[in-house]
């Protein structure tokens, strides 16, 4: 297992995201612009000259529609989802117009409207530690949202990542993700 790595990539841009709508567990599709950043992040990846073993996604649509596309770019497919990859739930605050916040305070929404961060962590720790067992030894791919991941990463990496970017690509190590609490 420590040998395995985990390229974790957030989903292609959604109208909500365009809107600055906090999406959370609301299931919104990609729009044609998230089909091409998740086209181009398959490009990249593929030109890479690196190998993966597995594709995993959240089962949102957005997610798992991302992971298929670069998965058609690299020729690798959808092997399963993971519900515990969903994106953290904002409660009544889903679907909140954040246009004109700062990052800060669009955390800030988050944090008093939807599940708690340090659940949020914890769920993202669990998960990926199960993908880890699931994918011994294996470079794994794992498409979910900005968020998770964010909150999860800064706890592994010991970081205050900035908001992620649709398409953005993070690699963290199993002796990484092991260590984490």
Same mark, same amino acid.
């Given at each position: 297992?420590? /040998? ?7 989903? $292609? ?20 612009? $998230? ?9 990249? +990846? ?28 690299? @020729? ?23 246009? @004109?916040?700062?990052? /800060? ?18 769920? @993202? ?11 011994? $030894? ?39 993700? +092991?260590?984490?609490?």
């Amino acid at each position: 297992m420590s /040998d395995t790595t985990l390229t974790l990539i957030r989903h $292609g841009q959604t109208d909500w995201n365009l809107q600055r709508r906090l999406q959370g567990r609301s299931d919104i599709p990609l729009n044609d612009t $998230g089909r091409e950043q998740a086209r181009a992040v398959g490009r990249e +990846l593929a030109a890479s000259g690196e190998h993966w073993d597995a594709l995993v996604s959240s089962p949102l649509m957005r997610a798992k529609e991302t992971a298929e596309i670069i998965g058609e770019q690299i @020729g690798l497919p959808l092997s399963r989802t993971y519900d515990e990859l969903v994106e953290r739930s904002f409660g009544d605050a889903e679907g909140y117009d954040c246009t @004109g916040t700062t990052d /800060d305070e669009r955390h800030a929404i988050m944090d008093r409207h939807g599940e708690a961060t340090e659940d949020v962590v914890q769920r @993202g720790l669990a998960v990926l530690r199960r993908i880890l067992e699931d994918h011994p $030894g294996q470079h794994v791919m794992v498409v979910a949202h900005g968020t998770l991941i964010r909150l999860t990463v800064d706890r592994i990496l010991g970081t205050e990542l900035p908001s992620l970017e649709n398409g953005q690509v993070l690699t963290v190590t199993a002796g990484q993700v +092991l260590a984490a609490r």
